[in-house]
Nanobody, 122 residues
Framework: VQLQASGGGLVQAGGSLRLSCVAS????????MGWFRQAPGKEREYVAGITWNAGSSYYADSVKGRFTVSRDNAKNTVYLQMNSLKPEDTAVYYC????????????????WGQGTQVTVSS
């Protein structure tokens, strides 16, 4: 599985962005998908996850109520809609996939995409 994330950019506090992650490979539709972020000098944070059939989702407390994860298996794409952005959301965001369908909501993600930078100005 190869993952390509996009959609990052510069936005003012209170604004919105939608990140996309397109996956190659036939296992996407049967994979748990996740979004992580890492800010300079901080540990990587697991932000959101979604099961293969979108039946369940996970959110970190820091983004709950503001971010929404979704997926379109026909397009091999997972999305992260980010609303009410705050300066502390500034980070490089990564998507990840795990086809083993175990240890939900925190699988040991096997595949990672390159990051996309999100910068929120105050």
């Amino acid at each position: 599985v190869q993952l390509q994330a996009s959609g990052g950019g510069l936005v003012q506090a209170g604004g919105s962005l939608r990140l996309s992650c397109v996956a190659s490979g036939r296992t996407f539709s049967r994979s748990i998908m996740g979004w992580f972020r890492q800010a300079p000098g901080k540990e990587r944070e697991y932000v959101a996850g979604i099961t293969w059939n979108a039946g369940s989702s996970y959110y970190a407390d820091s983004v709950k109520g503001r971010f929404t994860v979704s997926r379109d298996n026909a397009k091999n794409t997972v999305y992260l809609q980010m609303n009410s952005l705050k300066p502390e959301d500034t980070a490089v965001y990564y998507c990840a996939a795990d086809p083993r369908l175990i240890n939900w909501p925190a699988p040991d993600y096997a595949y990672w995409g390159q990051g996309t930078q999100v910068t929120v100005s105050s």
